[in-house]
């Protein structure tokens, strides 16, 4: 059913993903107990390792969920063989097990010694947020990536070019070379913090966002049979305005940190302007499914497409504004607000515009043309799952969050951060049992792959 | 999308703005990186802030505490602990040398590092100039953080 | 242009301007929607839509403001749960409407009525 073999390396990448995203919920639900039981695993596992593994393995499985979405994509789009399958599958072990060691390292000594081992000193980039890999890691990760971009990069040179497959390219060259940052770690923390963000921010509101509205685009392509003009002139459209809002928008991080006061307006200002692109998704995504040409019989993955257009919309747009005009965000920097919206976010763009790719292309690659009715059932049972218990989650934090605001930094006589821990520990448990219900979704979700039932009637071709 | 506008012109509204932007980007960064000696206080970074910053890095501090409103939400924000403690680097070190072993039960408690000596005066030391920063509105709103 | 497109353009414009006086332009959006909904004939589809979209922001207004303004009423200004609520509350009933009216932005650009679900036809 795929058009092309070596598109079939995907399959492998995506089973990665998909386990360590697994892993990636579990340290969450493990997390979110020791927010209200703080001694849980203490100190086998100190809060900070769960987090570490916790936010490394999303992004780990993230890069695995983009590279195999690439490995289906680019070879369809551009009507050739992957350049060179092997070299695909190579990068795939090499990651997999520099991956695998990194997290090991995190649970098994402890940080400051795993600083020692990788000898952190020669090049010390560790102990940054989101950035705690070894440099050693880091390094395989930019190699990984080179191989990665030169693969993609030469079949689509040497086959056809189409919008989709250019603007993907555009976002995985951006991505390898804002990682780059990661390698500057200046004694200064005002400098260091201000280009930590030319990683963070310029990754999730810059160039993942061309990554996120070509694999989109691709998805939607496939299953309405809507015209490529209309979905390219789309494409070109939201990642113009993503650029235009995303780039100056890093100012929204700028308020706070000890760099010029001009931030507070450049920041407020283009980071208010960064939900038209997600709003554009939505609008992009509702337009085609209702102009759509056909009916696709793999009903999951229009699932998946409209809902990543939607709760990327509401956790990305709606959730990053409600806090990114300074004056509000002076009140709400660095509490669970932002917790909040950085999981409505990650999750709505980037953990379901992969789950997308991964329903729409697995049954192909398995021989099928979409999965059969009972595994389709499942998979949008756990789309519902695991939709709707982020959404508690999200509104959960919330609320933990502005009574956090209001506690500690707004009432006339402010109370210190542990009492106040302890005021709102309500919420956090409601959390966690919205985080226990995603993970039942998420089981229901790989349990899909395998549950056997009657294959689905085609309507056409 | 109406016919009049072209996918041509969506093309080169993106190529157009997204040059221009990161140019733009690019311009405030050089402008930002060269005013910031008035307020980063870079006066007082010494060897041993250098230090103190590296011990924060290599026990991964960040992963449960923030740091001027940055990092993890589990433990108090530190920007401003040298305030909050009395402007006295002694009770910093004496708080991060204080954490029992095993944690104080039911509660979320801070690991035991075993730092040494020098790591201590460093890392206190670090805190300390980074509470020097000047940041806007003087932030965080109030001691606690 | 006959009158059947010109009726087609007025309905997608009342559909964007319900859209816009959720967002960017309150109040503003409002009037432009009843300047439409007078100049349509009934049974016509910008009729249809112009409804439709003084519908949806009569009831949003309902939903938000007054519902908001009731809890803040009710909760008391100084109180840190009335905010928990109201904030929590706006920014979600408020993203659920933007997004109903996004979908009808969407069908009224097909000249369709609203009617059936968006995955099977
Ligand atoms: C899919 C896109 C996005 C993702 C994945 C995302 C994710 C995140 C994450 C994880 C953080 C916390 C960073 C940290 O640990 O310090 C964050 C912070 C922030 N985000 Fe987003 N974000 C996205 C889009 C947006 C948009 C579109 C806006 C604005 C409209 C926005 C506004 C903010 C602001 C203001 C902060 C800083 C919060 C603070 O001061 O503590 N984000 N985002
Ligand atoms: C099962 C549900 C989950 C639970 C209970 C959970 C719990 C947590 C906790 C406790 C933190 C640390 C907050 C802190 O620093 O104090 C955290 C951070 C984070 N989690 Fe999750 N998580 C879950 C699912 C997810 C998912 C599905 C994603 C991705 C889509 C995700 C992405 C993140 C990110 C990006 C951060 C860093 C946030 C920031 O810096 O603002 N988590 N999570
Ligand atoms: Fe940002």
């Known amino acids: 059913m795929m058009k092309y073999e070596s598109q079939g390396v995907a399959k492998l990448y995506f089973i990665a993903a998909i386990g360590l995203f697994t892993g990636q919920i579990l340290f ?434 | 999308m109406r016919e009049t506008f072209t996918k041509g012109m969506a093309r080169n509204i993106y190529y157009g703005g997204a040059v221009f932007f990161l140019l733009v980007l690019i311009g405030l960064t050089f402008d930002t990186v060269k005013g910031l000696p008035k307020t980063d206080n870079s006066e007082n970074m010494t060897e041993l802030v250098a230090a103190g910053k590296r011990v924060w890095e290599r026990n991964d501090c960040i992963g449960c505490h923030t740091l001027l409103g940055e990092g993890a939400y589990f433990a108090p924000e530190l920007g401003n602990v040298y305030t909050r403690f009395g402007e006295s680097t002694e009770a910093i070190k004496g708080f991060i040398k204080g954490r029992p072993v095993d944690g104080i039960k039911g509660r979320r408690s801070m690991p035991q590092f075993n730092l040494t000596d020098e790591e201590l005066d460093a890392v206190a030391e670090f805190l300390k100039y980074v509470d020097g920063v000047k940041t806007a509105r003087d932030w965080p709103p109030n001691v606690q953080g | 242009m006959n009158s059947d497109e010109l009726q087609l353009k007025r309905a997608s414009k009342a559909a964007l301007f319900s859209l816009l006086n959720l967002t960017v332009l309150p109040v503003i959006g409002f009037i432009i929607l009843l300047l439409i909904y007078q100049k349509s004939s009934s049974d016509s589809i910008d009729h249809y839509y112009s409804v439709i979209g003084i519908k949806t922001n009569v009831f949003a207004g309902i939903a938000l403001l007054l519902v908001s303004g009731l809890m803040i009423l009710l909760g008391g200004f100084d109180s840190p749960w009335t905010w928990v609520y109201v904030v929590s509350y706006f920014t979600f009933v408020h993203a659920l409407f933007i997004l109903f009216a996004t979908w009808v932005l969407v069908r009224s650009w097909t000249g369709e009525k609203l009617k059936k679900n968006i995955l099977s036809k």
């Open chain 1, 28 to 461: 969450g639900v493990v997390m979110g107990l020791q927010y209200v039981m703080g001694d849980f695993l203490f100190p086998e596992i100190p809060f900070n390792v769960a987090r570490m593994v916790h936010t490394n393995l999303l992004i780990v499985w993230l890069l695995f969920g983009f590279m195999g979405s690439a490995y289906f994509l680019v070879p369809e789009e551009s009507e050739r063989e992957l350049y060179a399958p092997w070299l695909a599958k190579l990068m795939f072990w090499i990651f997999l097990v520099a991956g695998a060691l990194t997290i090991l390292g995190y649970l098994l000594v402890p940080y400051a010694q795993l600083a020692d081992l990788t000898m952190n000193d020669l090049l010390p980039t560790m102990g940054r947020e989101f950035l705690e890999q070894p440099t050693i890691t880091k390094i395989g990760i930019v190699i990984v990536a080179l191989a990665f971009i030169f693969n993609i990069g030469m079949t689509i040179l040497t086959g056809r070019k189409t919008v989709i497959n250019l603007v993907l390219l555009t976002g995985l060259v951006g991505l390898a070379v804002f990682f780059l940052f990661s390698f500057y770690n200046p004694d200064n923390i005002v400098l260091d913090k201000y280009f930590w963000w030319f990683v963070v921010h310029l990754w999730v509101e810059g160039v993942w966002e061309l990554i996120m509205a070509s694999l989109l685009a691709f998805v939607l392509i496939k299953v309405t049979g809507v015209d490529r003009e209309v979905i390219e002139k789309w494409l070109y459209i939201i990642i113009a305005m993503a650029l235009i809002s995303g780039l100056v928008g890093t100012g929204h991080h700028f308020f706070w940190i000890g760099t010029p006061d001009y931030w507070q307006w450049l920041g407020s200002i283009f980071s208010a302007l960064e939900p038209i692109p997600f709003f554009m998704m939505t609008l992009f995504a509702f337009n085609v499914v209702n102009k759509r040409r056909r009916d696709h019989p793999n009903k999951a993955a229009v699932l998946w497409a409209l809902g990543t257009a939607v709760m990327a919309f509401l956790g990305a747009g709606v959730w990053g504004f409600l806090h990114t005009l300074a004056p509000v965000n002076y009140y709400t920097h660095g509490t669970q607000v932002t917790a909040a919206h950085g999981h409505m976010a990650f999750y709505g763009a980037y953990v379901m515009v992969v789950l997308t790719m991964i329903s729409y292309s697995m049954p192909l690659m398995r021989g099928q043309k979409a999965g059969n009715q009972k595994a389709q059932v499942l998979e949008m049972w756990s789309f519902w799952l695991m939709t709707v218990s982020m959404v508690f989650i999200t509104l959960f934090l919330t609320g933990a969050g502005i009574l956090q605001v209001y506690l500690q930094r707004f009432s006339e006589d402010p109370l210190p951060f542990m009492v106040v821990q302890e005021k709102v520990a309500l919420f956090y448990w409601m959390r966690e049992v919205a985080g226990l219900v995603f993970l039942i979704g998420l089981i229901l979700y790989i349990y899909s792959f395998f549950a056997k039932g009657d294959e689905v009637v085609f309507a056409e071709d």
